[in-house]
Structures are given as C-alpha cells and as structure tokens.
C-alpha cells in the first residue's frame, strides 16, 4: 500500500526545463526590475536638481533687501513661468500665506506632517512626495490627482515692512514621470510574459534535443534481447556525460551474455551426460529382452543397471549440491577443524585406487586450523585428488601440500603430466566444461568435480585458482587464516 501512495519522480526533462527557466526568469526579472530603478533614479535625480535650482533662485530673489515686496512676487512670478508644473508656496512663522501660486494650495497639506514641522525647525532642506487634487478639474466625479515631489527652505526676508522669518515650499508634479513609469511596467510586464513563454518552450526544445543521444542509447538498449547478446555500443558515439553509462552497460551486458552462454552449454551438457546412462540402460534392457536368458545374464544386466544409476544419483546429487551454492544455502553450521587432518582422511581413501595404479601420494603438510564444514572440505580435496590420479601418469607422485601466507592458508595439489593449455585454465571450473570437447566422460566422474570445489571454497571466503606447465599441473586452494576471520567478523 505505502509503494502505492509513493509519488513518482518528476522526469528529467521536466526538472531541466523548470529549473534553467526559472533561473533565466529570474535573471531576466532582475534585469527588469534594475532597469525601472534606474529610469526611477533618473527621474529622482532630475527633479531634486530642477527643485534645489528653483529654490536657490526663489532664496536669492526673498533675500534682496532692496527690492519692494511687489517686485518680489513679480521676480518669483517670472521665474515660476520658465517652470512647467512647478507650485509655490511661502509661508510666514505662524502659517500664514505670503504668497500662493497657481498650484501652491496643493502643497499646504504637507505643512502639517511631523517631518515638515522637524526640518524646518532646524532649518534644514528636505524632501517628500504628496499627492493632492490639481486645481483644474472637469467635475466632481472626474477629479485628477497631481502628485508632487517638494523641497522645502526657510530663511528671513524684507516682507510686508518688517524682517519676517519665513518657510517656502517648491512643488514639482512628477505625474508625467509617473505615467511614464507605469507604462512602462505595463510594458514590461507583458514583454516579459512573452519572453517567458518563450524562454521555456525554447529551453523545453533545448533540453528535449539535449536527451537526444539518451533516448538512442535506452532505443539501442531496447533492441537487446537473448537473441543477439553479442551487441555492443559505442561509448565514443555519445557524449562524455553518457560515456561511463555505456561502457558499464557493456561490461553488464558481457556478464549476461556469458551467463547465457553458459547456462545454454550448461543445459546441452547435462543433457548429454543424463542421455548416456539412459541410452545404456534403454540399450541393455532391449538387449535382455530380445531373447530367453539365464539367471546369471539378467544379473548382470541388473548390475550394469545399477552402475548407471548410482552414475545417475551422483550427478543428480552434485546438481542439488550447486544449486545450494547459487542460493548460499551451504555451511549450515562451522567448526574449528585442522585442514591437514582432512587432508589425510582423503589419502587413506585413494591409497588403494594409487597403489593399483602404480602412483605415489606424498603429503607435506602443516596445523591449518580454520573454520567451516571439514566434510565440505573433505570433499572439495576429494575432487582435486581424484582429479590428479585420473591424469597422472603411472610410476609418478602426486603431491599434496601445504603452505602458510600472511592471509591465507594454501592447499596445493600437484601432479605431472600434459600441460593443460593457456586458454582452458580460466574455465576449467566451469559445469561440464571440456579441454577436449571429443573425450568421454564415461566412469570419470559426473564433469562438475572442480565447480563443487569452487563452490565450497568460494562459500568459505576463499579462492581457487590453477597453473599448468610442462612439468606438472598445480591447483591451489586458498582458505583465509582463522586469526584473520576473527578480525574481519569484529568489525
């Protein structure tokens, strides 16, 4: 049930294309959202030059002590004229009016916030925005808001007769820039809709093409079946990036083809070795049948029987004992046991069969204490022993012995004899495998003696592996040190 509620991942595609879009959308907002502040900036900086300007003309033109107070609203009058949109209002210590153009109502309400009434206390210039009615209006449904940018400034000035302290307020409308502004947002906004979109269907191209040479490998790895195991792809027809993707894909498929291979061969050979005995018996059953036969005949028939059966049961039984090996279903139980003692149980066993083949045993052996299963053991030497007599040559030694490395203990078996080639060593541990495809198996044995020896040593944490020359052919055995399996099972 939890598999079932489990959400499956967004795909690749999807991920590239949402995170390189939102990454150029966002860098494309930022570039936006710079460019507004600095057409802002400009425009603030524009109109803080144009008001410090006026108000530094207006202070000169208060301050002439010289000039009536008719000629001063006229100079102050005259100035504002050259201005577009500018208002003016001076007031006198207690808010009175002094003077009021065109616009300057529209500044009054800004003589009632704190900051005013702080700055020019300290007689400071500052600066803020109001937005207040404009003084043209259609009606009283259509009233259009004038929104200032204002400089304030006080001083003392010859006005009405007397040296009167005063304020001055300089509005500028900025609603021109405003609009300009807000169009401009408006345009940008919809640009950059558009952009958008178009960012991310390019980039769902881009990155559609970009996955191009993944789809042809997972086609390519699609058109592998059992069939045609051999294929191969070609790690420099894709991009670096899928390069170690394909040449792992490759080592994977080697395996399995030689797993196929071998389970193939597997099944033609214990085919063949099964059709032998029943072949023998179907025959030999025929052959008594065909006529009238004594007591001693069918006995012996009987007993031939029997030979093929008991071949028969072996086989079936090391068949079992494999795939016992394939599931790790060997070692039920580990004793501590001495190799060397197992070794010469073995020996007691085949000294009968080397005497009457005229061949020595000789066995240099040492303590090999290890942990396992020494009737395993018992039989992996059994398999290497018997492998030995059945192809050394009569009058020679076979010989067993036993060597201590830093790791491991090694189990050798030697005996003389033609040298196996180079190219069979690797694989003379695999099930039925031939050195000579021709030879008959016939009375040696089921043909998967030394897979059960790698079976059991490989079930001990061991390895085996075999060297062949022109003087003898050696198989040796390695079992890891007790003192080194203890040190591996603590940690």
């Known amino acids: 049930m939890p598999n079932q509620l489990t959400r499956r991942p967004f795909s690749l595609a999807l991920r590239l294309t949402f995170f390189i879009s939102l990454s150029t959308i966002m860098a494309f907002i930022a570039f936006t959202w710079f460019m507004l502040h600095s057409v802002e ?12 300007q006026i108000s530094t003309t207006m202070q000169r033109l208060l301050q002439s002590p010289a000039d009536p107070d008719e000629k ?3 100079k102050i009058k005259e100035s504002i004229a050259s201005y577009r949109n500018v208002a003016v209002l001076l007031l006198d210590a207690q808010g009175e009016v002094l003077f009021s153009s065109a616009q300057g109502a529209a500044l009054h309400p800004a003589v009632n916030t704190a900051d005013f009434r702080e700055h020019s206390r300290a007689r400071d210039v500052f600066l803020w925005t109001v937005a207040a009615p404009a003084r043209a209006m259609l009606s009283s449904h259509d009233m259009k808001m004038e929104t200032y940018r204002i400089i304030a400034s006080s001083g003392v000035t010859a006005f009405q007769g007397k040296n009167q302290n005063y304020v001055m307020l300089i509005g500028l409308s900025i609603n021109f820039h405003l609009h300009y502004l807000d169009a401009l947002k408006k345009n940008l906004v919809a640009i950059a809709t558009v952009i958008s979109l178009l960012i991310i269907l390019i980039i769902r191209i881009a990155v559609r093409q970009g996955h191009l040479p993944l789809r042809n490998v997972s086609n390519a790895i699609k058109n592998i079946t059992s069939e045609n195991l051999d294929a191969r792809l070609e790690p420099s027809r894709v991009p670096i990036e899928l390069e170690q993707l394909v040449i792992s894909f490759n080592h994977m498929i080697e395996k399995i083809e030689d797993v196929f291979t071998r389970q193939a061969n597997f099944s033609a050979d214990i085919a063949h070795e099964i059709r032998t005995p029943i072949t023998n018996l179907v025959t030999q059953t025929e052959i008594a049948l065909s006529q009238d036969r004594t007591q001693k005949e069918l006995e012996d028939v009987l007993y031939s029987s029997l030979e093929e059966y008991n071949r028969m049961t072996k086989m079936v039984s090391d068949m079992l004992f494999l795939a016992q090996a394939d599931n790790n279903q060997l070692i039920s139980d580990r004793v501590m046991f001495d190799l060397s003692t197992e070794v010469i149980k ?8 080397a005497e009457e083949r005229n061949i020595i045993l000789k066995f240099n052996g040492i303590p090999c204490l290890i942990e396992g299963d020494p009737q395993m053991f018992r039989r992996a030497i059994n398999n290497l022993l018997s492998n030995a007599l059945r192809y050394t040559p009569e009058g020679q030694t076979v010989t067993v012995s036993m060597r201590e490395q830093e790791n491991y203990f090694d189990l050798i078996v030697e005996n003389p004899g033609k040298p196996i080639p180079e190219e069979h060593l690797p694989r003379l541990f695999d099930r039925f495998y031939r050195v000579d495809p021709s030879r008959q ?34 198989f040796i055995l390695s079992v890891p040190r007790q003192d080194i399996v203890n040190k591996a099972s603590q940690h």
């Open 41 to 52: 900036n400009h425009f603030a900086e524009q109109d803080v030059s144009d008001l410090q």
């Open 72 to 74: 001063k609203i006229s």
């Open 346 to 353: 073995v020996f007691d066993f085949f000294e009968a069969w």
């Open 441 to 474: 198996r016939k009375g040696e044995g089921s043909g998967i003696g030394l897979a059960i020896v790698k079976s059991i040593v490989a079930a001990h944490h061991g390895k085996v592996h075999v060297e062949s020359d022109a003087h003898s052919t050696r």
